[in-house]
């Protein structure tokens, strides 16, 4: 009984708090990227933490879908195999491979030092803007409104731990 209460308590926090990230995040931008998850990969995980975040995860973006269109912003989907984490966001060079444990890394191309999940949100935020480009919307690369009328975007990461 008290296990259900802490879960339910940690169930309602967890989705309070997806539904104000989401709302600052559509009030704030007008096109919000986000790293769809990688489906067959999820199939193989057997632990448990994996699948919990996941399920945050797709949480969020249901929020992030329907606020989005609401008020008429933007939610771009990114291809899942697309290579946010090991490709360098400096000079766009991919890395065979990149360990998880691997949290800062340097390209050994241009030399830039990343961050994994900072490298990987600049990617797919720059993904979603050539596709938002490609469908005919202009939209800054660089956040906050501007006076030509470019508008800003925000990137997700799929792997961020607070969800
Ligand atoms: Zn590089």
Partial sequence: MLVAKAHERVANARNDFQHKLSR??????????VETLKVSNM??????????????WGGLVRKL????TWEG?????????YPSTKTC??????MASLPLSA?????????????????AALNI??????????EGLSVSACGGMHKTGTLPAAA?????PVL
């Fill in 24 to 33: 600052r995040l559509v009030d704030e931008n007008q096109a919000i990227c």
């Fill in 43 to 56: 199939l193989k995980n057997r632990r448990l933490a994996k699948p919990i975040a996941d399920a945050a």
């Fill in 65 to 68: 879908d329907y606020k989005a």
């Fill in 73 to 81: 912003k933007h939610l771009v989907r990114i291809d899942p195999w």
């Fill in 89 to 94: 966001c400096h000079c766009a060079s991919k």
């Fill in 103 to 119: 949290r800062q890394w340097t390209c050994p191309t241009c030399g830039a030092g990343h961050d994994r999940d900072i490298n």
């Fill in 125 to 134: 935020k720059q993904q979603g803007i050539l596709q938002l480009k490609a």
């Fill in 156 to 160: 997700c990461e799929a792997r961020s």
